[in-house]
C-alpha cells in the first residue's frame, strides 16, 4: 500500500506560480512512475505532466513550457511548479503513484487532491 498526499494548492492570481508537494509513505520502494492529473468542475480527469523513476518527464500540451515536474526519490516525494498560471489552469490537482506487485500486476495509488485557483 501507498498513502499520498498533497498539498500547495491556493488560490492566485493570473500569471502567478504555486508549487505543489505529493508525500508519499507506505510501500514506496515499489513506486515506479509517478504523475499529476487534474479535473476541473464538470470535466473530465486530464493528465498534466508524469515522471519515471529516472527521471523521464512528460507533459500534457497545455501546460508545457510553463510546468515542472520533479520527483526527490530519497525523500519521496513528487513537485510539480507551475508558472504562467491561467484561469483555465484551475482544477483538483491528484497525484498518482504507478508499480508492479511482485508477480507483475499493475497498481495505482490516488492522493486525495488539492484545490489550485487562478483568479483575480
Known amino acids: 500500500q501507498v498513502q499520498l498526499v498533497e498539498s500547495g494548492g491556493g488560490l492566485v492570481q493570473p500569471g502567478g506560480s504555486l508549487r505543489l508537494t505529493c508525500a508519499a509513505s507506505g510501500s514506496t520502494v515499489s513506486i515506479n512512475a509517478m504523475g499529476w492529473y487534474r479535473q476541473a468542475p464538470g470535466k473530465l480527469r486530464d493528465l498534466v505532466a508524469s515522471i519515471t523513476d529516472g527521471g523521464n518527464t512528460s507533459y500534457a500540451e497545455p501546460v508545457k513550457g510553463r510546468f515542472t515536474i520533479s520527483r526527490d526519490n530519497a525523500k519521496n516525494t513528487m513537485y510539480l511548479q507551475m508558472n504562467s498560471l491561467e484561469p483555465e489552469d484551475t482544477a483538483i490537482y491528484l497525484c498518482?503513484?504507478?508499480?508492479?506487485?511482485?508477480?507483475?500486476?499493475?497498481?495505482?495509488?490516488w492522493g486525495q487532491g488539492t484545490q489550485v485557483t487562478v483568479s483575480s
Open positions: 498518482h503513484a504507478d508499480g508492479r506487485t511482485s508477480w507483475g500486476a499493475p497498481w495505482r495509488y
